[in-house]
């Protein structure tokens, strides 16, 4: 198998390669992913960490159903995202996050579809995501006594 690391800040890609460079099966991206472009079907899983929290609403939902394209049949979106308020104990000037409840990223995934025009890749007339998990990240509640 082979792992595509993308991050839009080249800072962030260029100490992933240091790490990981030498495993041989990572290649590295550094790319706008609300921009970017892959061919259907070429995943099997993407993972996602804190990023959905940064993007607005209509981001999210285009890139929900990019994701679903580029998914594998019986493959799995994973994402990490913070909590659905602020869990910090500083206040902040400028904060740029969506504090959204999770109830709200169901919304827009369950609403990503395909149609098989688009690429979906089963008998049935459209393809989506299924809700897996849902869980709250221990860290978060022990250290920060934020279950939300």
Request: proline share 4%.
């Amino acid at each position: 198998k082979h792992v595509v690391a993308c991050d839009f800040m080249e800072m962030s890609i260029a100490e992933n390669r240091r790490q990981h460079g030498a495993l041989g099966n990572v290649s590295f991206m550094v790319a706008d992913v609300t921009e970017l472009e892959q061919e259907a079907g070429s995943y099997d899983v993407v993972f996602s960490n804190w990023l959905l929290m940064y993007l607005s609403d209509a981001e999210v939902k285009a890139l929900a159903a990019k994701v679903l394209r580029w998914l594998t049949p019986g493959g799995v979106l994973f994402f990490r995202e913070s909590c659905f308020r602020p869990s910090g104990d500083r206040p902040r000037k400028g904060n740029p996050t969506h504090y959204r409840n999770p109830r709200d990223y169901f919304a827009m995934f369950d609403a990503a579809e395909l149609s098989p025009a688009e690429g979906a890749n089963s008998s049935s007339s459209s393809s989506h995501l299924d809700l897996f998990c849902c869980k709250c990240v221990d860290t978060y509640v022990t250290v920060k006594k934020n279950q939300n």
